[in-house]
């Protein structure tokens, strides 16, 4: 029940102390997601989901990833450094995440590029060839030959624009991406900041906690004693220090 009113605790405070993001701030203009689900900060928080059903899913992600990172400050008892490291590792998977998959993407892309090559190269030579093995006129063959050749440059002039297109599709993802994580990242700084203070308070309560109690001094302790003492020992006390006070008198020899 503690980890319910906890997680419930998190969601209003993320709803209530995050500013508001602009309406397209998770999505590029032709409406994808700026990034994939799977690169997001984003808490596990599936069992939340019939609560949330009404909220919009940008709404329910800005507010996951601004749980996750006050998930990692929800005690106070970690030393900043820590927290900061912990983020940072969650940042580094996530971008290795990105490159592996990319990189996976660029990998297929390129198998396929070379693979329709052979193919369109390979029709190429079968043409030929089963053209080769009938006589044709010579009009006939310069005909061939220049469909042919036509062919080669128009497939590869359309190969190298989907080259192009696949290459600045990953850089613009690539870049939602840079962006998205910088937005994370001073997200975390500013909680994180906050963090630090509260750590620094609590780290000050615990060394006052820990500090010895110390008596009151010799003077406070004689006072005290004084006050707890009878009328007549008090009347001796003040004898004695009269008696303290009176100068002695310096014996002669002989007298």
């Known amino acids: ?31 994808r997601p700026l990034v994939e689900d799977k690169y997001s900060l984003q808490a596990d928080r599936q069992a939340m989901d019939q609560l949330r059903a009404g909220v919009p899913a940008d709404k329910k992600r800005e507010n996951d990833e ?87 440059p128009e497939f590869f002039s359309v190969e190298r624009d989907k080259r192009a297109d696949f290459e600045s599709d990953v850089r613009e993802r690539r870049k939602n991406f840079d962006d998205y994580v910088r937005s994370k990242q001073n997200d975390f700084n500013q909680e994180h900041r906050a963090y630090s203070k509260k750590y620094d308070d609590w780290k000050k309560q615990e060394r006052e906690k820990e500090k010895p109690i110390t008596g009151p001094s010799n003077l406070n302790s004689s006072q ?25 008198t310096s014996l002669e020899s002989g007298e």
Not at 111 to 140: I, V
Not at 224 to 248: C, H, T, Y
């Open 1 to 31: 029940m503690k980890k319910w009113t906890l997680f419930l605790s998190l969601i209003l405070v993320a709803c209530s102390s995050s500013k508001e993001a602009p309406e397209n701030a998770y999505r590029t203009d032709d409406g």
């Open 66 to 152: 601004l749980a996750l990172i006050l998930g990692l400050m929800s005690e106070v008892k970690k030393p900043p450094t820590e927290i900061r490291q912990q983020f940072d590792s969650l940042l580094r998977k996530k971008r290795q995440q990105f490159d592996k998959d990319i990189s996976k993407e660029r990998e297929t892309f390129t198998k396929e590029e070379r693979k329709k090559r052979e193919s369109f190269l390979k029709d190429q030579q079968q043409s030929r060839d089963s053209f080769n093995r009938e006589k044709h006129t010579r009009d006939e063959k310069n005909q061939f030959y220049k469909e042919l050749d036509e062919k080669r």
């Open 224 to 248: 005290s004693f004084v006050n707890d003492m009878s009328p007549e020992a008090e009347a001796l006390e003040r004898e004695l220090q009269i008696i303290r006070q009176i100068k002695g």
